[in-house]
């Protein structure tokens, strides 16, 4: 009797855990939300600094950085149980984040003080800090990690910087409010998210200039891969529309609607499942990417943004 | 309040906000609208509690009783610029241009402003504990603006505006020049800049503290007994500090400039309990000064009290 009342009071005492959360960053009231990532449930809802937007996994995985665009922060989460583990405060403006493929380089854009930070990876120590035109928003890099290249939402721009020598290499015109930027499987091209102009605009890195649109939606806004090293799916927040483009024939393939000004996307390790941050309703959609269908939807915070779970599909 | 005010936010946006931005070429900004919606269905629904829980009160126990309430409709239309998000604005863009230099210009200089949770990290864990913390400061800070506002002739011939309403009620917090606005809102911008800003999540309890404020200047005949009076400015300790004779006036007569709370001006030796109340306006009034009866002429005849109080004259 004994034992089974320690049994009892042992499973009341531990902490709950989960086989696997989804982090749901909300940028507008500075929480996270924590999802079940099998039941669909919130389990936890909890404050993390002023203005989190984006996030990423360490280049091993061992941990989940959050950036804190207002609190100047980075805050490092376990990415499977989504607890917070440290902060490294002191990191100016942090809006979008990336590691270089090579893992020597974090780079951080500051949206709000037109600027981008490089940074070693190792450490977080600044190694170069860049000014740029107008509103540096999302971030890619080339394969060999020699390029890192940015979009300037306010100023209709795509800047290319070298990472070797953290000097501007190019910035030409792409278009009306360009937003997420990703490279091809192929690293032959950039596929750039213009919000202005309705569409994927697709540059020739190499030659800098724009080789094709590809109409999407309006508000065509940012990027995610389904894993197949072939297909890459983008949300187009205005239209409340959700397209699949063909990265092999740089051509749209289809379109699905998702209300609610779709923003961030995460896609299962299967490809057949997609999690969607809805910005306009303070919700995350599941979709079934087999039939387009979505089959859960659930209430997080204010202004939902970022979203991340580790079992997600590889980033081509 | 979330689950009410979510679908109409979303509804207000992306039929309305948003395609106005796509059409002016706005895109990069619709992040920055979609909040302005929210803040200004924030200021709607404050404006309907004002009016749901002030004016009757008002009626039930005025502390003045008045013939007619013609007077109060200018400060109506103060309150409605301010809390529905429109001088706001103004003063964002005004003030953005020199924040955004400031700020950029530092940092790429090296200088990052040390905020609160830079001090205490700890407080990233209570988020209730720093937004007492940043209240307590930002009211402090408004307690010594106040002061300023009434020790400088020049700043006084602005905020004389405020103290001109003879009839005082839950609609005056907002009735200020805008010039008085504009400067206090740089102070408090330049503030947010070294020391950060509040945690954003906790909306309802920065809402609450702006209906303290109208409280504060209704005409409600209530008091919050002798501890409550110290803790948190009532419409009495406030009324104090508008009357002719008590707390209008320029220089060494006035008192009790706290917005929330009392303790500034008894840490400061400004505060006063238990004095008659007095008519409230500015004694020049009596003589027949007019500050304006409508919006430009307020505004115009601030700027002309400035430009008096300037060159060295009483303003």
């Known amino acids: 009797m004994r034992k089974l009342f320690f049994i009892l009071l042992l499973s009341f005492c531990a902490p709950l855990t989960y086989a696997e959360v989804t982090v749901v960053l909300n940028s507008g009231d500075g929480t996270i939300s924590l999802v079940d990532r099998h039941t669909y449930q919130p389990i936890k809802h909890f404050y993390v600094g002023k203005e989190p937007h984006h996030l990423m996994s360490l280049p091993d995985n061992s941990a989940l950085i959050v950036a804190d665009a207002v609190s100047n922060d980075l805050v490092f989460l376990n990415p499977t149980t989504g607890e917070i583990e440290k902060r490294i405060a002191r990191i100016s403006d942090p809006y979008q984040i990336g590691f270089s493929p090579d893992k020597k380089w974090f780079v951080a854009n500051s949206l709000r003080l037109d600027r981008v930070d490089i940074y070693r990876a190792t450490d977080f120590s600044l190694v170069a800090r860049i000014p740029l035109s107008s509103m540096p928003s999302h971030l890619a890099f080339n394969q060999d990690s020699s390029m890192v290249f940015i979009t300037l939402q306010g100023s209709h721009q795509l800047a290319a910087i070298d990472l070797k020598t953290q000097k501007v290499a190019w910035i030409i015109p792409v278009g009306n409010t360009p937003a997420g930027i990703i490279m091809t499987p192929d690293n032959q091209h950039l596929l750039i998210g213009v919000m202005g102009d309705n569409g994927i605009n697709v540059v020739d890195w190499r030659q800098a200039r724009i080789i094709k649109h590809i109409a999407t939606g309006v508000g065509a806004h940012n990027f995610m891969p389904l894993g197949d090293q072939h297909h890459i799916l983008i949300s187009n927040r205005g239209a409340d529309t959700i397209s699949l483009i063909d990265t092999q024939t740089l051509s749209l393939t289809h379109t699905f609607p998702v209300p609610g000004g779709p923003d961030d996307m995460e896609v299962s390790e299967d490809s057949k499942e997609l999690w969607v941050t809805c910005r306009w309703l303070r919700e995350v959609r599941v979709i079934n990417l087999t039939n387009d269908q979505v089959t859960h939807v659930i209430p997080v915070g204010r202004s939902p943004h970022g979203l991340f779970f580790i079992s997600h599909a590889g980033r081509q | 309040m979330n689950d009410l005010l979510t679908p109409l936010q979303a509804f207000l946006f992306e039929h309305g906000v948003e395609p106005l931005f796509q059409w002016l070429g706005l895109q990069a900004y619709v992040e920055n609208a979609y909040d302005a919606v929210y803040l200004v269905l924030l200021g709607l629904i404050e404006v309907i509690l004002l009016i749901a829980i002030f004016r009757p009160l008002e009626a039930w126990r005025p502390v003045e009783e008045w013939a007619s309430r013609r007077a109060v ?43 609160l949770e830079d001090i205490w990290p700890e407080l990233y864990n209570h988020i209730w504990l720093s937004f007492i913390i940043y209240l307590l400061i930002i009211d402090f ?19 004389g505006l405020h103290h001109s309403q003879r009839q005082m009620s839950y609609w005056t917090d907002d009735r200020n020049h805008l010039l008085d606005d504009l400067l206090t809102a740089a102070i408090f911008s330049v503030f947010a800049l070294v020391m950060g800003v509040p945690p954003s ?25 002798s501890l409550g009076e110290r803790l948190l400015v009532s419409p009495y300790f406030h009324r104090l500090h508008h009357g002719i004779g008590i707390g209008s006036e320029s220089g060494e007569l006035s008192c009790n400039f706290a917005i929330l709370f009392p303790i500034w001006d008894i840490l400061f030796g400004t505060a006063k309990f238990n ?13 027949g000064r007019s500050y304006g009866e409508g919006f430009w002429v307020q505004q115009w005849l601030g700027l002309k009290r400035l430009g008096r109080a300037l060159q060295g004259l009483k303003a």
Do not use: C, K
């Open chain 2, 141 to 159: 800070m408004g307690y010594w603006i106040h002061r300023f506002q009434h020790r400088l002739e020049w700043w006084w011939a602005l905020h």
């Open chain 2, 275 to 287: 004095e008659p109340l007095q008519a409230t306006g500015i004694r020049d009034q009596l003589s």
């Open chain 2, 201 to 225: 999540q906790l909306v309802i309890p920065m809402m609450l503290t702006r209906m303290v404020q109208s409280l504060a200047h209704s005409n409600i005949n209530i008091r919050f007994g």
């Open chain 2, 73 to 115: 409709g200018l400060d109506v239309l103060y309150t409605l610029l301010h809390r529905l998000g429109f001088i706001p604005l103004v003063l964002f863009f005004l003030l953005w241009p020199i924040t955004y230099s400031l700020d950029r210009t530092l940092r790429l200089h090296g200088f990052m402003p040390l905020s």
